[in-house]
């Protein structure tokens, strides 16, 4: 039992590292000169708050995938 909860919170973690580096245009905004370091700032804040809905769901539907249904 310890092993099936210790393998779904590696699982539930990977996938949202995974979500959150597939959401973020770095190289738009790293590669751009005229992007300055407050609105590099801003635009990080904006894109993690918006992940968090669907990071949620993602541990959600991974810890009970009947709600997929």
């Known amino acids: 039992m310890m092993k099936d909860r210790k393998a779904?919170?590696?699982l539930i973690i990977l996938l949202g590292i995974i979500w959150i580096?597939?959401?973020?245009p770095l190289p738009w905004i790293v590669?751009?000169?005229?992007?300055?370091?407050?609105?590099?700032?801003t635009i990080l804040g904006i894109i993690g708050i918006m992940?968090?809905?669907?990071?949620?769901?993602?541990?959600v539907w991974t810890l009970k995938p009947e709600l997929t249904t």
């Not at 580096?21 to 973020?24: E, V």
């Not at 590669?31 to 700032?41: C, G, Y």
């Not at 992940?51 to 541990?59: A, D, E, K, N």
């Open 8 to 10: 779904k919170a590696k």
């Open 31 to 41: 590669n751009n000169p005229q992007v300055s370091e407050s609105q590099f700032n």
């Open 21 to 24: 580096i597939i959401t973020l």
């Open 51 to 59: 992940s968090i809905p669907f990071v949620v769901l993602g541990v």
